[in-house]
């Protein structure tokens, strides 16, 4: 009985011990989990954080010095997201983007208690730190999102880099040059330029590694009226009055699409040429069938050249979609021009042949069985049709006027559609070149 006694005894002692050293073994583990806490816990920022000097101290009116001396390096990266609503009258269009602006200020710092190689800061601090004063010298009208929040942050990086980002949407003009339309190529152009910092305190430079980043969307569809065709970037630094101010462009090239204006454009204008060489087949002496499908044909191109004027400024240069028109507007003119001169060979012929021509109109009460007026100068049925009597007594109808009336309007029939021919390989090659 003793012995089972002091077994029992040692057993609870053993289980006493063990539960001693898990309970020890968790204070302390807590402790630990506690204190490695407090060491890594990031403390909210405030202003004095990253500007130790103070903000009566730090002027943020001049630039950061770079290696201690001027000018501020200031590294520019531009995404674009979408480029659409070109308004070719007004010379208009519209980018949605990221800007991304870098600089490295050294007056600033970088908490020690940071775990990350960056820190968000709040927006709002931008008023008590220097940043670039970029404006966008052809914008005229410049949007920040807002939804859901406002589309713009800040970063801080470890070696005192500040990465300012905001996405924009901007109105923008662009020179167009309108000589070939609708064969042109446009250059349209985001100009960043510095409002007060001359070079010598600031400089923008692109980003070295990728200056221009363009969503495949607009690379692959461009706009409806225009086709992406590349962008590239340049220095514009510019000398005012002032000094010079430091500028960067980025220029993207457009095409103009061509499948509207080929359905809208040229197809009706090529068929109302077309369709004025008919009075070609039409009889000489079918006046007004002639003349209304010419009259119609002028008017039809008339109205063609108005529609496509409906959506471009007033240019003091002739465009390439004019000469084309002023080409097919002479071609129907002179369709016109050739039956006036099918009327002068036809008058011309029959007023040398017709000596009796004055006689039928003193006689307004000319009857058919007058058989002695019938008979006056050899002529016969005078008023139904031009028969001359011949010395050997024979009659032939005066068809002199109508057969060479008749070979104009087969050389015409020729010679027409051959020089419309000849004008679209000349204009379209022209153009292609």
């Not at 010079?244 to 080929?262: A, D, K, Q, S």
Request: glycine content about 4%; proline content about 5%; some cysteine.
């Amino acid at each position: 009985t003793t012995c089972k006694h002091d077994i029992w005894i040692q057993v609870i002692s053993s289980l006493i011990m063990k539960t001693q050293f898990l309970f020890l073994q968790s204070i302390f583990t807590v402790l630990f989990i506690i204190l490695n806490r407090g060491v890594n816990m990031e403390k909210p920022l405030r202003v004095e954080d990253v500007i130790p000097q103070g903000r009566k101290h730090y002027d943020n009116t001049i630039p950061p010095r770079y290696n201690g001396s001027f000018p501020a390096m200031v590294y520019f990266h531009v995404t674009i997201l979408s480029i659409d609503s070109f308004d070719e009258n007004s010379m208009n269009f519209v980018v949605d983007t990221f800007l991304a602006q870098t600089w490295k200020d050294e007056r600033l710092t970088f908490p020690k208690n940071m775990t990350t190689h960056n820190r968000i800061l709040p927006v709002s601090w931008l008023e008590y730190m220097w940043r670039p004063d970029a404006i966008f010298k052809n914008s005229k009208k410049v949007g920040i999102g807002r939804m859901t929040v406002p589309n713009h942050f800040i970063l801080l990086y470890k070696d005192r880099s500040i990465l300012y980002s905001a996405k924009l949407t901007l109105f923008l003009s662009c020179t167009m040059n309108f000589k070939y339309y609708p064969h042109d190529t446009q250059h349209c152009k985001i100009t960043v330029e510095s409002l007060s910092y001359t070079t010598d305190k600031v400089v923008f430079l692109w980003d070295p590694y990728l200056p221009v980043a363009i969503d495949r969307k607009v690379i692959a569809e461009g706009t409806p009226q225009l086709q992406f065709v590349k962008s590239h970037t340049r220095d514009c630094t510019q000398m005012y009055a002032k000094g010079n101010f430091t500028c960067l462009e980025v220029i993207f090239t457009f095409r103009r699409r061509l499948g509207y204006y080929l359905l809208y454009t040229y197809t009706p204008t090529c068929l109302v040429v077309i369709m004025s060489w008919i009075s070609f087949w039409i009889r000489p002496d079918a006046i007004p069938a002639r003349i209304t499908v010419g009259v119609t044909s002028l008017l039809t191109l008339s109205t063609q050249l108005s529609n496509s004027e409906y959506s471009l400024p007033p240019v003091s240069y002739v465009r390439a979609v004019d000469l084309f028109m002023l080409g097919c507007s002479v071609f129907v003119f002179l369709s016109l021009m050739e039956y006036a001169i099918i009327n002068i060979v036809i008058d011309g012929e029959t007023q040398d042949d017709r000596p009796w021509l004055q006689i039928v109109e003193e006689r307004s009460d000319f009857r058919a069985d007058d058989r002695e007026f019938q008979e006056l100068n050899g002529y016969s049925d005078i008023l139904g049709q031009n028969y001359h009597r011949n010395s050997d007594g024979t009659q032939k109808c005066n068809s002199k006027a109508m057969k060479k009336a008749k070979s104009i309007d087969v050389l015409s029939r020729l010679l027409f559609p051959l020089g419309f021919f000849l004008l679209n390989v000349v204009y379209w090659l022209f153009l292609l070149k």
